[in-house]
């Protein structure tokens, strides 16, 4: 079964920047659609990016379209989620899903495997 580590969480200034990293134990990674989702406090968990296998196809969702990126690095069965422009409302925990051998989704019951998430905070 494979394990997903997220990284890279912290506390940063409304505007600035985080990359967050997803670390997956297994090879097979590669066959993996991923997905990024947040939850913030007292609220549902929800879609923030996904990508195909590939990594040639992304989704956002609306609320991060343009400064959020999502992308991976199969050699280093690694996906990444670069977020710039961040702001307080993008405070949650940050977890990563994989897929796989399926396309890309913003549905959480598409996904298999979860990390346990990594907390972002972010200071207005």
């Known amino acids: 079964q494979v394990q997903l580590v997220e990284s890279g969480g912290g506390l940063v200034q409304a505007g600035g920047s985080l990359r967050l990293s997803c670390a997956a134990s297994e090879r097979t990674f590669s066959n993996y659609a991923m997905g990024w989702f947040r939850q913030a406090p007292g609220k549902e968990r929800e879609f923030v990016a996904a990508?195909?296998?590939?990594?040639?196809?992304?989704y956002y969702a609306d609320s991060v379209k343009g400064r959020f990126t999502i992308s991976r690095d199969n050699a280093k069965n690694t996906v990444y989620l670069q977020m710039n422009s961040l702001k307080p409302e993008d405070t949650a925990v940050y977890y990563c899903a994989g897929r796989p051998l399926g396309d890309y989704s913003s549905f959480q019951h598409d996904y298999d495997y979860w990390g346990r998430g990594t907390q972002v905070t972010v200071s207005s």
């Open positions: 990508c195909h296998w590939t990594g040639r196809i992304t």
